[in-house]
């Protein structure tokens, strides 16, 4: 593959991303790296911005990466898009936001049962599913690499107590990827959401109960504080 075709697909992200043709100005190439994530959360967030200085760092200064957090350039949903359609060079989010575009990529996210971080590490590295990720992502012009992971997902924070499966139906319930499907199948009225905007559907009434990541970075968006009960494990 020639340097600059692969400069055009290349890809950074928690998920995937891919490399537009960048800008160059004074002999340096200037990336734009989208997130789905607000700015400077803890977690995905703070490591976004590390692998952004990390990038520019390590190119010697060469490479100048600007990240946008969600919705400064584009919304966080709209990060895949935005890098495959060459709005942006890059993106850091997850797999499982991208279930629409192909249920194979929610396969490289949170499972049912499976995998833990370590796992999934040593199945892309050493099991062939770098591979996979490739050859998936490609066909919508991106290279995927592995830049963080949080694990698999925790049940999450819901207003009232749960006691038993019946307790679940009906609930209008925040989750992506697999576990969407998981919980649409037990009843549950399930949306995908950001963040912050969950924690607004939470306060105003418009969601019962919800998951994001974790409780480390969740704390951080204040859930706890509409949604007393937390639950854990997830799929």
Not at 96 to 101: D, I, L, T, V
Not at 160 to 172: A, Q, T, W, Y
Request: proline letters at 5%; a positive charge; one cysteine or more.
């Amino acid at each position: 593959m020639e340097r600059r075709d692969f400069l055009k697909t290349a890809a950074v992200g928690a998920a995937a991303a891919s490399f537009a043709t960048p800008a160059i100005a004074s002999g340096k190439r200037q990336w734009k790296m989208v997130t789905a994530w607000p700015k400077n959360l803890p977690g995905p967030g703070v490591a976004a911005q590390k692998l952004a200085d990390r990038i520019t760092a390590l190119s010697g200064g060469r490479i100048e990466v600007k990240l946008f957090a969600a919705g400064e350039l584009v919304p966080g949903r709209g990060v895949f898009d935005a890098v495959s359609q060459g709005t942006a060079d890059l993106y850091h989010a997850v797999p499982a936001y991208w279930g629409s575009k192909s249920k194979g990529i929610l396969m490289f996210g949170s499972q049912p049962f499976g995998l833990r971080a370590d796992e999934q590490v040593g199945w892309l590295t050493h099991g062939g599913g770098q591979a996979l990720y490739d050859e998936i992502y490609g066909r919508f012009g991106l290279k995927p690499f592995l830049c963080g992971n949080s694990g698999p997902q925790w049940q999450g924070w819901f207003k009232e107590e749960i006691n038993s499966v019946d307790d679940l139906k009906g609930l209008r319930f925040r989750t992506t990827g697999l576990a969407s499907e998981m919980c649409a199948k037990l009843g549950m009225a399930v949306q995908a959401m950001g963040g912050r905007a969950m924690f607004q559907a939470l306060q105003s009434g418009a969601l019962d109960a919800g998951e994001f990541i974790g409780p480390w970075t969740d704390s951080a968006l204040g859930f706890y504080q509409v949604a007393k009960n937390y639950y854990w494990p997830g799929v």
